[in-house]
């Protein structure tokens, strides 16, 4: 009853940028959290960036501070990732994840299909 739809990934050099978006849609009364996770080959996934259900409070891995940006068009039922600075280790597949309470009142944890990231030479 919830999909929810990334798309900007892609294979950047070193130093380079990318945006990550993420769209929900469905049968949704309200978007509480939502944030960006990513999974490396071999590696846990792992909390990237997460934007609480105000929008006014962020939560960055140390890894990313500094170098990757969170936002939400709550209009659009939509939350970017704006990755600046990328280095190799950023290689991942990036998948976004919302805590949603849908139309008929059920508290879902969704999470989109990924998106792959490489940062290569």
């Known amino acids: 009853q919830v999909q929810l739809v990334e798309s900007g990934g892609g294979l950047v050099q070193p130093g380079g940028s990318l945006r990550l978006s993420c769209a929900a849609s469905g049968s949704i009364f309200s978007i509480n959290a939502m944030g960006w996770y990513r999974q490396a080959p071999g590696k846990q996934r792992d909390m990237v960036a997460l934007?609480?259900?105000?929008?006014?409070?962020?939560y960055y891995s140390d890894s990313v501070k500094g170098r990757f940006t969170i936002s939400r068009d709550n209009a659009k039922n939509t939350v970017f990732l704006q990755m600046n600075s990328l280095k190799p280790e950023d290689t991942a597949v990036y998948s976004c994840?919302?805590?949603?309470?849908?139309?008929?009142?059920?508290?879902?944890?969704?999470w989109g299909q990924g998106t792959p990231v490489t940062v290569s030479s």
């Open positions: 934007a609480t259900s105000s929008g006014s409070t962020y």
């Open positions: 994840n919302a805590h949603i309470t849908t139309t008929d009142r059920a508290q879902l944890n969704a």
